[in-house]
């Protein structure tokens, strides 16, 4: 029987799938595997050579006689030592590398030596240096097992279950869907349990019993709901902000061409304040950014938020000099983005103008690409190094601003949510300054940010941080807000 691993040398990370990108040592094919069907082996490299030859035989005019096994040379290890010396470097056989690696059940590679070296060759070196040649990974193929036939009484079986869930799904589309009653299972099932296809009605109970108010996920939900007027109010209101910021303009269905037209949908939700008082009702237009293509209508994605770890040490040091805490939220933060790349979106589900025969481009960055959360931090880094703020190296999240050295405010950023830390009359200028560009909304001292409550007490410097309302939250989804409290965490016997 043929070996069931190849020797590989790593590569690096794919960039298109979750795994590593490897290259075969016997024809320099190019492969990928994730972590489960590989081995690393660090005490491993191969020669610098021969992996020369491979590629100039493979990708140029190159015609070189290369061994039947590969040169695989076990290197010497630790920080003291670097590079192997000549009585360091054995040459292992491929056949016997391989035989080494377990094939029960698992996968298997050999990692990346960081002080991998080449064996000794009378040849030239290869144009790689000795420290940064790649390990070596053993890839074994893992047999596949083939599913057992399915049986004529099961395929009934699944066509009975598609056929009602269609059904269901046509009954109850469009409508205002109650919760069914949950009470508490106290029998464990003996079989696989499967999602109902009433699995609406369980998500719609989830939401019910946390928020009180059935959140639509879909325009026809929200029109058929009892709060329609809330949340038509919204979606109007979301529309005038696009509009506002010119974040597209129409255009004939034929100018995309070749391009692909991206849908959009509506999400709505309810805000609270730190008591779980509704404060307003919330529309979103988002755009369906899981249909982009890399590369084509997208590139770069990252974008930095600030820890909160650091939010309690920029309020420990704020309170420490009696400073002001201030929350300001950005409206719409995502649109004020430039957008470089050419996207077509169609119209919004319920506000289309002149028929479906025109559909959006977007001219500035819109919630739900890929790329908005990278261009609104780029945005409104771009804004703050023009005030003077300075980011700190320690947390991308935290600007300061100085003068002569001596901190005279503190910024924290995450996504959409600042807090200036600072006197209030300079905290007052710093928001006015920042009014010039975004539209802030001022919701005062801190005291509810991120799902935490924060409560600050400067006479005796305290600060205390809770999660009262996620704690009713969650003994309202189980039942238990009517239980008797108790003082300390377990009962004491």
């Not at 094919?29 to 491979?54: C, M, P, S």
């Not at 269901?168 to 696989?192: A, H, N, Y």
Request: charged share 25%; with cysteine.
């Amino acid at each position: 029987m043929e070996p069931r691993a190849r020797l590989a040398l790593l590569l690096g990370y794919s960039l298109t799938t979750l795994g590593y990108k490897f290259m075969d040592l016997k024809t320099a094919q190019v492969i990928t595997a994730q972590g489960g069907n590989v081995r690393f082996h660090e005490e491993f490299t191969a020669d610098g050579t021969y992996v020369r030859k491979l590629l100039e035989n493979a990708y140029s005019d190159g015609d070189h006689q290369l061994p039947d096994t590969v040169p695989v040379a076990r290197v010497k290890t630790g920080m003291d030592s670097y590079l192997p010396t000549q009585n360091d470097v054995s040459v292992v056989n491929l056949e016997q590398l391989i035989e080494e690696v377990p094939f029960a059940g698992a996968s298997t590679a050999i990692a990346p030596s960081s002080s991998g070296s080449p064996t000794k060759s009378s040849s030239p070196p290869a144009s790689r240096s000795a420290e940064q040649q790649p390990g070596i990974a053993v890839l074994v193929a893992v047999p596949v097992e083939t599913p057992p036939p399915v049986s004529k009484a099961a395929k009934k079986r699944r066509k009975r279950r598609a056929r009602k869930q269609a059904e269901v799904e046509k009954e109850t589309s469009g409508f205002d869907i109650q919760p069914p009653p949950m009470e508490p299972c106290l029998k464990r099932p003996r079989w696989t349990q499967r999602p109902s296809v009433r699995l609406k009605d369980y998500v719609v109970g989830n939401v019910m019993t946390i928020t009180d108010i059935l959140i639509p996920t879909a325009y026809k939900q929200a029109r058929a709901s009892k709060h329609w007027h809330q949340w038509r109010a919204a979606m109007l209101a979301e529309l005038e902000s696009l509009r506002g910021h010119k974040t597209w303009k129409l255009q004939p269905r034929n100018m995309a061409k070749n391009l692909k037209v991206i849908t959009c949908r509506w999400v709505f939700a309810v805000k609270r304040d730190e008591r779980g008082h509704i404060k307003r009702f919330k529309a979103r237009l988002v755009i369906h950014g899981f249909k982009q293509q890399l590369g084509i209508n997208y590139s770069e994605t990252y974008a930095p938020v600030i820890r909160f770890e650091t939010i309690r040490a920029a309020i420990y040091f704020t309170v420490q000099r009696d400073w002001e805490v201030l929350q300001y939220d950005v409206k719409t933060a995502f649109l004020y983005g430039e957008l470089e790349e050419l996207i077509f979106m169609e119209q919004p589900p319920g506000f289309q103008v002149d028929g479906p025969g025109f559909i959006c481009r977007l001219l500035k960055s819109l919630y739900g690409l890929k790329q908005a959360p990278n261009i609104w931090n780029k945005t409104l880094h771009a804004k703050l190094l023009t005030m003077d703020f300075k980011r700190t190296e320690s947390d991308y999240g935290l600007y300061m601003l100085k003068e002569e050295n001596e901190v005279k405010l503190l910024l924290t950023v995450y996504v959409d949510d600042l807090l200036l830390m600072g006197p209030r009359d300079l905290c007052a200028k710093v928001a006015a300054s920042l009014q010039e560009t975004f539209e802030l909304t001022t919701m005062g001292n801190v005291k509810y940010l991120l799902g935490v409550e924060i409560l600050i007490n400067r006479p005796r410097l305290e600060i205390v941080y809770c999660q009262r309302q996620y704690v009713h939250e969650v003994l309202k989804r189980f039942h238990m807000e009517n239980c008797n409290g108790c003082a300390t965490p377990e009962a004491k016997k």
